[in-house]
């Protein structure tokens, strides 16, 4: 167990729709960053927050979002979703000063159907 | 932009023989990080072993061993004694040190099966 949660575990939905993810960093750490694994893309970083604020933004669509709260989780949106988004949803964390070892979630499985 | 190249997409191996992975990247930085992920059937990232740049010394963890080359760039991942857990696929990632830019760049996986 890394100590960073993440929910819903599984998420079906239709296209068009708009779902959130939410992620829990483990104890203390001050940054989330979200990653997308698909079947052809491989395994993609997203968007980085540090204590509230984002820190870095990769290959993030503009249909998507996140945000840090106060108390350090995080949320991704994802609106307007397409069949092509279907994928698993990965939130790590680490502590936040510079380069540090990531901890991952258990992932959200994301079925847009 | 820095790219990790993972040229073996499976490998098997026997139960208690050695299997070597290999992971290759490409950056023009000298301060980095190195990491191998495991990603079990159960979809969850572990953390298997890491590496810093500036260290000469091979990381090791357990049955698991890295032959760190930084001038070619290379970044194996050894297991010794293999066991059936260890059936998973296997990331390489790298990690720039520099303060605002610390996402991983993943390959794109080994899948190794350990056969009983």
């Known amino acids: 167990d890394s100590g960073v949660t993440q929910t819903p575990k599984h998420l079906i939905t239709a296209t068009g729709q708009r779902v959130t993810l939410r992620c829990s960093p483990r104890s203390g750490d001050l940054s989330v960053y979200w990653y997308q694994q698909s079947l052809d893309q491989g395994l993609q970083f997203l968007i980085q927050?540090?204590?509230?604020?984002?820190?870095a933004k990769g290959n993030i669509l503009e249909r998507f979002s996140a945000q840090q709260f106060p108390d350090l989780h995080s949320e991704l949106n994802l609106s307007s979703l397409e069949l092509g988004d279907s994928a698993l949803y990965f939130c790590?964390?680490?502590?936040?000063?510079?380069?540090?070892?990531?901890?991952f979630g258990p992932g959200t499985r994301l079925l847009v159907l | 932009a820095q790219t990790v190249t993972q040229s073996q997409p499976e490998m098997s191996v026997q139960e208690a023989e050695t299997v070597t992975l290999s992971c290759t990247y490409d950056t023009s930085e000298s301060n980095y990080y190195l990491f191998w992920y495991k990603q079990p059937p159960s979809r969850q990232m572990i953390l298997v072993i890491r590496?810093?740049?500036?260290?000469?010394q091979n990381a090791t963890e357990n049955r698991f061993s890295v032959n760190f080359q930084k001038a070619a760039k290379s970044f194996s991942l050894k297991i010794s004694d293999s066991q059936l857990g260890d059936t998973a696929m296997y990331f390489c990632a790298f990690q720039l040190s520099n303060f605002g830019n610390e996402k991983l760049t993943f390959g794109t996986g080994t899948r190794l099966t350990i056969i009983p």
């Open positions: 927050y540090y204590n509230g604020e984002e820190r």
């Open positions: 790590a964390s680490s502590g936040g000063g510079g380069a540090q070892t990531q901890y």
């Open positions: 590496q810093e740049a500036y260290k000469q």
